[in-house]
């Protein structure tokens, strides 16, 4: 379909963190033995506040429009957006049926059955230049440092998201590496895509403490990080893991404090900045 650095190149812009006004708390900040990342609103600025998958893209309009004509698709973007909508919530409701209280789709199935199409790499391209169309990304200030930090001090590293298979793609774009490569741990990385279940189901962090502990590193030892209090906070500390909620960006803050899950809920630590984490990490 199209060249994969011509569509990041045709989108990806720099962006800035918006301040929340929080304030962080480190008061309980220790030399932690792993850390687990979120990534939408943690370790990228996120456009869109989160993955986009079902966003409409309202202001991109003719960003939208012009990404059919070039794809020669003609339909008009509401009658696409549309039909998205409702296969991903045919999906989520055939698996709910299965027992699946959080269910997750696979972006590139849905847009092949949206799209009419076979071609893999085809669907591939279009899925993840949608995305970067719907929901912009770009590093959170302190990306690269903390994770730099972590694999000097071979502390294992590894993500809880929800997530597609564009959102390797899209960190290893900003790395400029594998995520082998800059210390990521491939038994830690779970994307709700490849696991079948998203957050704030449990599942993907019962999963880590398993692998976790057969590392050898109890569950009160590992910081998550992430930016939703239902999301992040309240499924890992269920499993016994430390928290933090990285409130460093207005547009991806998630308190939910009308969710009464988290009325009684606190984090371990709060952060403003991913560096605040280095200390965590025992690195100077």
Excluded at 6 to 34: C, N, W
Excluded at 243 to 251: E, I, K, M, P
Aim: charged share 25%.
């Amino acid at each position: 379909m199209k060249d994969r650095d011509a569509i990041f190149e045709r989108h990806i812009r720099p962006m800035a963190p918006i301040p929340t006004g929080v304030a962080p708390d480190l008061s309980k900040m220790q030399r932690f033995s792993a850390m687990l990342f979120d990534v939408y609103g943690t370790l990228l600025i996120s456009g869109a506040g989160d993955i986009g998958l079902n966003r409409r893209p309202i202001e991109r309009i003719d960003d939208l429009q012009g990404l059919l004509k070039r794809c020669a698709i003609d339909r008009t973007p509401k009658s696409l957006v549309d039909a998205l909508d409702r296969t991903i919530e045919n999906a989520h409701r055939i698996r709910r049926q299965q027992g699946i209280d959080y269910p997750e789709v696979d972006i590139v199935q849905v847009w092949q059955q949206v799209l009419g199409i076979d071609d893999i790499t085809w669907a591939k391209d279009f899925a993840l230049e949608y995305e970067l169309l719907v929901n912009s990304a770009y590093p959170m200030p302190g990306f690269e440092e903390l994770l730099l930090a972590c694999k000097t001090r071979k502390m294992p590293m590894g993500i809880i998201s929800n997530a597609q298979f564009y959102t390797v793609d899209v960190l290893e774009r900003f790395l400029g590496a594998t995520l082998g490569r800059r210390g990521f741990d491939q038994r830690l990385l779970f994307f709700s895509w490849r696991e079948g279940y998203a957050k704030p189901s449990s599942v993907m962090f019962k999963r880590a403490k398993t692998v976790l502990v057969d590392m050898g590193i109890p569950a009160a030892s590992v910081l998550v990080v992430g930016n939703d209090m239902r999301n992040d906070v309240l499924p890992a500390s269920s499993v016994g893991f430390k928290t933090a909620l990285f409130a460093g960006d207005r547009r991806s803050l998630r308190l939910r404090a009308s969710d009464g899950r988290c009325s009684d809920l606190s984090p371990d630590l709060i952060v403003t900045d991913l560096r605040q984490l280095i200390a965590g990490t025992g690195h100077p």
